[in-house]
Structure formats: structure tokens, C-alpha cells
Nanobody, 116 residues
Framework: QVQLVESGGGLVQAGGSLRLSCAAS????????MNWNRQVPGKQRELVAT???????KYADYVKGRFTIARDNAKNTVYLQMNSLKPEDTALYYC??????????WGQGTQVTVSA
């Protein structure tokens, strides 16, 4: 089992920055990839960024150049640095852990609200 706890969400003005954190605990050795996802009410959850166990990083097109995913293995924490935020980035942001086998683990989410 893996437990994920997100933090760092909040209210920010357009153009501002936030850094989200996802602290993982439990059977960390099971994890292959770590992801940040987001969801707006009434819309499907979407994948924002991925960092693999080999430190490869992938981003959704709409956040490339603005968001950066990173991990601190000593702290078992994954971060999402979000710069140049736009009102359309407003969403509930979820951290997820993709294991080598089985279903993904999910955190409870942290709300990000960007005002115009």
C-alpha cells in the first residue's frame, strides 16, 4: 500500500506561482511513476505531468514551459512548481502513484484557484 498526501494549493492571482507537494509513504518501492493530475467539476480528470523512476519528465501541452515536476527521493516527495498561472489552471490537483503492478494510488487532492 502507498499513501499520498498533497499540500500547497491555494488562491493566487493570474501570473502568480504555487508549488504543490505530494508526500508518499508506505511501500514506496512499488512505485514506477508519479503523476500530477487535475480535475474541474463536470469535466474528466486530466494528466498534467509525470516523472518516472528514471527521472524522465512528461507534460501536458497546455502546461509545458510553465509547470515543472520534480522529486526528492530522500523525502519521498514529488513537487509540481506552477508558474505563470492562468485562470484556466483552476482545478483540484491530485497526486497519483503508478505501481509496477496493480492499480494507481491517489491522494485526496488540493485545490488551486487562479483569479483573473
Amino acid at each position: 500500500q502507498v499513501q499520498l498526501v498533497e499540500s500547497g494549493g491555494g488562491l493566487v492571482q493570474a501570473g502568480g506561482s504555487l508549488r504543490l507537494s505530494c508526500a508518499a509513504s508506505g511501500s514506496i518501492f512499488l512505485i514506477k511513476n508519479m503523476n500530477w493530475n487535475r480535475q474541474v467539476p463536470g469535466k474528466q480528470r486530466e494528466l498534467v505531468a509525470t516523472i518516472t523512476s528514471g527521472e524522465r519528465k512528461k507534460y501536458a501541452d497546455y502546461v509545458k514551459g510553465r509547470f515543472t515536476i520534480a522529486r526528492d527521493n530522500a523525502k519521498n516527495t514529488v513537487y509540481l512548481q506552477m508558474n505563470s498561472l492562468k485562470p484556466e489552471d483552476t482545478a483540484l490537483y491530485y497526486c497519483s502513484a503508478e505501481p509496477y503492478l496493480g492499480n494507481d494510488y491517489w491522494g485526496q487532492g488540493t485545490q488551486v484557484t487562479v483569479s483573473a
